[in-house]
């Protein structure tokens, strides 16, 4: 059973907190494996998707246009039934009067016609235009149909790959969140979110702060190592942990040392021979 977050020590909430940050970014290593192929799986789905709706869209202007010229043609039939019948009428007219209508009405139906059939083709040459660009759109949306297929195959396998261990690490991550006070573990999130390499919480490395490396003061180096409260960054916000308490040795900080010991002896021995 996780121990209450109100019986924790400052110096168990920073354990517990550099605990978290360290599983964290372990799974913000697993998921850096997948690169860009999340962002281009989700590019290449959308944009299949986009050209899915221009087929559809293009494919309903089609119908329109053939439904325009099927309608077309009807009048033209209509139109020239008018006609026959008008003519059959001239030879049955009984003056001037009747006749002139009657032609009027023959050359009225003519232009109809003429109209309908000038319809019909530009109708026609829109149908030819849109059928082709329905064409390359099935073509363009077969070939990234088969880009995202290979990626998200290549994403898959290399999720297949890390999902255990993600998995465990967010158990990990999970069961730390526990036990951590609501309003430390918020303010711990928004830190980190903040921050560009998903530090929330940094060891002192030759006296800077680990994340942004600016120079920690001496006093406040000893506050930090004393764990009596929680200490952040003055520049960059993160907190602030003790390498002792991150579990961290600083062998390579006391190599200097015996190199400027070296150099020293090695002066001292050339002083006498002079």
């Known amino acids: 059973m996780a121990k209450k977050t109100k019986d924790m020590t400052v110096e168990e909430k920073l354990k517990a907190l550099y605990q978290l940050q360290t599983t964290l970014s372990a799974i913000d290593e697993k998921k850096a494996l997948r690169g860009e192929l999340p962002l281009e799986v989700e590019d290449l789905e959308d944009e299949v998707a986009g050209l899915a709706t221009r087929i559809e869209k293009i494919t309903a202007e089609i119908e329109e246009f053939q439904k325009a010229v099927s309608q077309k043609r009807n009048d033209i039939e209509l139109a020239k039934e008018s006609v026959e019948r008008y003519k059959q009428q001239l030879d049955t007219v009984r003056n001037n009067r009747e006749y002139d209508t009657l032609t009027k009405e023959i050359e009225f139906q003519n232009l109809e016609i003429q109209l309908c059939e000038k319809k019909i083709k530009e109708a026609q040459v829109k149908v030819s235009e849109r059928t082709q660009d329905r064409s390359r759109a099935q073509q363009a949306m077969e070939e990234r149909k088969k880009d995202l297929e290979s990626k998200r195959a290549e994403l898959d396998e290399i999720m297949e790959e890390t999902r ?111």
């Open 164 to 274: 255990a261990e993600e998995e465990q690490l967010r158990e990990k991550a999970d069961d730390i969140e526990l036990r951590i006070e609501a309003r430390l573990l918020q303010s711990f999130k928004r830190i980190r979110k903040n921050a560009r390499n998903g530090l929330g919480v940094v060891y002192v490395q030759r006296d800077a702060c680990g994340g942004c490396f600016n120079k920690i003061p001496p006093q406040r180096q000893l506050d930090i190592k004393m764990h009596k409260k929680i200490i952040v960054c003055e520049y960059c916000g993160r907190i602030l942990v003790d390498p002792e308490l991150a579990g961290v040795k600083l062998s390579a900080a006391g190599e200097d040392k015996p190199k400027k010991r070296r150099t020293i002896r090695k002066k001292s021995s050339e002083t006498p021979e002079e």
